[in-house]
C-alpha cells in the first residue's frame, strides 16, 4: 500500500502518525485535518485511504496481529462491538485523565458517544466519533404541496402520499426506496421495523422477528413498493439518490452526503425543491438508524500518546466547524447550532434532531453476518419470490444458527 503523505512537502521534525480512513466522501474531512495538523502541529501524518470492504478487513488484521501498522484507523459503527473485543482498542478514559482531564465534554451529541463504549450504551470508552451520519426523510416540497400534503410524520402518510402523487404525476414515482439484497434492503427496511414496534434482535439477545410487528412491517414495506420503480429490488443508495436529482421521485429516505448534491444544478434537476424531515413514526415515533463514523487508536500502536492528542484535537469545536464546513456531518451539538453553518447548511436543523433521537443498528460482534442473512431475505419478500412469514421465519432460523456457531 502506498502511504500518502498529507499536507508539506517538508518533513516534520516531529513524531509519525498513521491513520488508515475510509476512501470517500466520510474520510475526506479527516485527510484534510491530518493536513492541517500536520502543518499545525510538526507531527507527520501519513494516511493510508481503504475502500470501505478492505478498510475492516486491513484493521482487523492490524488489531489482531498487533503490529502496530496503525496509529488511528476510522470505523464504520456497525463494526465497532467485533473492533472492541480481546482488548484490541486503547481505553481513552485513562489517556484522559493523564492528561488532567475527566473525559469528553458534553457537547458531543449522546447518541454519537454512545456508540463508542463497549458494552453499548455505559461500557468503556473506546474512541471518539467523528461523522454524525443518521438517515432522514427527503422529500419534494414542491409536490407535497401542490397536492395538499404535510411533510408525512407517520409511515401510512408517507403511503398515501406515495400513493396520491404517482397517481397524478406522469413519471413520478410517488416513493423510492432500496431493497438490494443485505445492507441496502436492511437500511431501508430497519426504520420502518423500529416504527412498527418490531426489533431485529430483542432485549434477550435473541432474534425476535417471529412477531405479528416485524410481519406487519414487511408487508407493509412491500406494499410501499408499488409506487416506487419496479427496479427497486436491485437498488442501493446511488438508484435512491439519481430518482430524487432527476425529479423521477416525490420522497425517500437517505443519507447526509447526498444533501449538496440535491441543491447543485450541475447535478440535479430539483434545485431548491428537496425539503428534509426527521423519520416518519407508526406505532412508535420515528427513529433513524446511525452510521456515524468513529476513530480510535489501536492497542497495538507505538504512539499511543500522540494519537490521543490528535483525536482531541480533531473532534474539538474548532476543527469540527472546520470539518462541517467540508461537507462532515459534525457531532457536537455546538456546531450543529451555530447560525451561520445553519444558514449555510439548510439540512442542520434536520441533521441534528435526526441524530439526537437516531439509534444504532443492533450491537454485535455478529453484524456483518446478520445484516447479510436478514438483508437477503427481505429483499426476497420485497421481489415477490418468498412470503412475508417463509422469509422472516429463515431469517429467524439462520440468525440463530449464526449465534450458536458463535457460542
Not at 35 to 50: I, P, S
Request: hydrophobic content about 40%; charged content about 25%; glycine content about 8%.
Amino acid at each position: 500500500l502506498a502511504l500518502a503523505a498529507a499536507g508539506c512537502s517538508s518533513e516534520p521534525a516531529g513524531p509519525r502518525l498513521v491513520l488508515a480512513i475510509n476512501a470517500g466522501v466520510e474520510g475526506d474531512a479527516l485527510k484534510k485535518a491530518a493536513g492541517d495538523y500536520q502543518r499545525a502541529a510538526g507531527t507527520r501524518m501519513d494516511v493510508v485511504e481503504l475502500p470501505y470492504g478492505n478498510l475492516f478487513e486491513k484493521i482487523m488484521l492490524d488489531l489482531d496481529s498487533r503490529t502496530g501498522a496503525y496509529d488511528v484507523v476510522m470505523m464504520d459503527d456497525p463494526w465497532f462491538p467485533r473492533l472492541t473485543s480481546g482488548e484490541k482498542l486503547t481505553p481513552l478514559e485513562p489517556l484522559y485523565r493523564k492528561a488532567g482531564l475527566d473525559g469528553p465534554d458534553a457537547d458531543f451529541i449522546t447518541t454519537s458517544l454512545d456508540l463508542c463504549r463497549e458494552p453499548y450504551p455505559s461500557g468503556p470508552l473506546y474512541a471518539l466519533p467523528y461523522v454524525g451520519n443518521s438517515q432522514f426523510f427527503f422529500y419534494r416540497r414542491d409536490l407535497l404541496e401542490k397536492h395538499g400534503l404535510e411533510a408525512p410524520k407517520t409511515w401510512t402518510a408517507v403511503r398515501e402520499a406515495a400513493r396520491r402523487i404517482a397517481g397524478a404525476e406522469k413519471g413520478i414515482y410517488g416513493y423510492v426506496m432500496r431493497a438490494a439484497p443485505g445492507n441496502p434492503a436492511v437500511a431501508d427496511f430497519m426504520p420502518v421495523l423500529w416504527a412498527f414496534g418490531a426489533e431485529l434482535i430483542g432485549d434477550d439477545g435473541r432474534p425476535a422477528l417471529d412477531t405479528p410487528e416485524a410481519a406487519e412491517a414487511l408487508r407493509f414495506m412491500i406494499e410501499l413498493g408499488q409506487w416506487t420503480s419496479p427496479a427497486y429490488v436491485s437498488f442501493n443508495a446511488d438508484e435512491v439518490a439519481a430518482h430524487l436529482l432527476q425529479g423521477t421521485s416525490a420522497m425517500s429516505i437517505n443519507w447526509p452526503s447526498w444533501i449538496s448534491a440535491m441543491d447543485d444544478p450541475t447535478k440535479s434537476r430539483v434545485v431548491g425543491k428537496i425539503a428534509f424531515a426527521p423519520m416518519p413514526g407508526e406505532r412508535r415515533a420515528g427513529r433513524a438508524s446511525t452510521g456515524n463514523w468513529l476513530v480510535g487508536i489501536p492497542a497495538g500502536s507505538k504512539n499511543v500518546d500522540a494519537a490521543f492528542t490528535f483525536l482531541r484535537w480533531a473532534t474539538d469545536p474548532p476543527q469540527m466547524r472546520v470539518a462541517a464546513e467540508r461537507g462532515c456531518p459534525p457531532t457536537r451539538s455546538s456546531v450543529f447550532q451555530d447560525p451561520e453553518l445553519v444558514r449555510r447548511f439548510r439540512a442542520f436543523p434536520v441533521q441534528h434532531e435526526s441524530l439526537r433521537t437516531a439509534r444504532p443498528r443492533p450491537r454485535t460482534p455478529h453484524w456483518n453476518e446478520i445484516e447479510n442473512v436478514f438483508g437477503v431475505y427481505v429483499s426476497k419478500a420485497n421481489a415477490g419470490s418468498m412470503k412475508v412469514e417463509e422469509a422472516l421465519a429463515r431469517a429467524q432460523a439462520e440468525i440463530v444458527e449464526i449465534q450458536r456457531r458463535a457460542r
